[in-house]
């Protein structure tokens, strides 16, 4: 399978990069990519997401497209402007790139494009399986148009997977490598009372999620795939395993209030609570390395040593 990457330089591109065989990648700034990735990758194409499709040539003898590219969610308050910019990076980002696709002499059989479990909103105790409605607020309408440009491809006869992301966990970075010093220092704690299911997924699983969901024929995987680990937990069981994993005690509760002033309107996303299930990953076989949380904490801290 001959592959192309967006997004390769983020926190998950390079496990993915690992799976692949010389791939080519998309980059703003191809020079730092390569001197980034290095003999990981094949070509390096240069391309803005947000002036315009790819050049056509860049997906010449290509089977298989990743697109993980877009502005984190978690990088700042929520301003207008920085809301415009979540949204603008993933919904004009993958209209360019299926333009791109709509220009190229062959078409790739597949794309496997990122979205989020955003999608589903805060729903409780739910059990949330690939066919549960999106939410009705920001998030939820940002994954819902993200979605739909990545399906925009269908009509050239591409196969289109909607790979909705949990919180990704692993060594050097993501979102336990903000976890990681408060709770080292024995400040660590549930967010609120902590009864709020967090679907998370180790960095290593969604990659090799990836691959399964472009390679996997019988049956085809197509629309959207629950990119999470099959045991999702509450958060005050997840700060629990991350307190015996560091070896800390994980006690102090995070008040809404307080990241509230911190985080601004992001504080809500960090207490919704989404018991997401894979059930399409399941379904087509795809076994999980990590499936628990403990194993995959300790073998984060363990690599990360």
């Not at 799976?19 to 700034?29: E, Y």
């Not at 940002?142 to 992301?165: H, I, N, P, Y």
């Not at 990241?259 to 018991?275: N, T, Y």
């Not at 628990?292 to 990360?304: H, K, P, V």
């Amino acid at each position: 399978m001959k592959a192309l990457v967006t997004g390769a330089t983020g926190f998950v591109g390079p496990r993915l990069l690992r799976l692949l065989d010389a791939p080519v990648v998309l980059s703003r700034d191809p020079e730092r990519a390569r001197a980034s990735l290095g003999h990981r990758v094949g070509r390096v194409v240069r391309w803005n997401p947000a002036e315009g499709p790819p050049p056509p040539e860049a997906f010449d003898g290509i089977d298989a497209v990743f697109h993980l590219a877009g502005e984190s969610v978690s990088a700042g308050r929520w301003t207008a402007a920085q809301k415009a910019r979540i949204r603008d990076s993933r919904v004009v980002g993958t209209r360019h790139l299926v333009q791109g696709i709509a220009q190229a002499e062959r078409k790739p059989e597949v794309l496997v494009s990122a979205s989020a479990v955003g999608y589903y909103g805060d729903r409780g105790d739910e059990e949330l399986t690939e066919s549960a409605p999106p939410a009705d607020d920001f998030l939820g309408r940002v994954c819902v148009e993200w979605e739909q440009e990545a399906l925009a491809a269908s009509g050239l006869g591409v196969r289109v997977v909607t790979a909705r992301t949990g919180i990704v966990l692993g060594a050097g970075g993501g979102a336990l490598g903000k976890m990681l010093t408060p709770f080292r220092l024995g400040a660590g704690g549930p967010l609120g009372n902590g009864r709020q299911w967090m679907p998370w997924i180790h960095v290593a699983d969604l990659a090799r999620l990836y691959v399964h969901s472009a390679e996997h024929r019988q049956p085809t995987i197509s629309g959207p795939v629950n990119a999470v680990a099959p045991n999702p937990v509450r958060n005050s069981e997840f700060t629990k395993a991350l307190g015996r994993a560091v070896h800390r005690p994980a006690f102090m509760p995070a008040p809404y209030l307080g990241l509230r002033l911190v985080f601004g309107e992001f504080a809500q996303v960090l207490f919704a609570s989404q018991r997401v299930i894979p059930r399409v990953a399941l379904e087509t076989g795809f076994i999980f390395q990590f499936p628990d949380i403990d194993g995959a904490l300790r073998e984060i801290l363990s690599t990360a040593a």
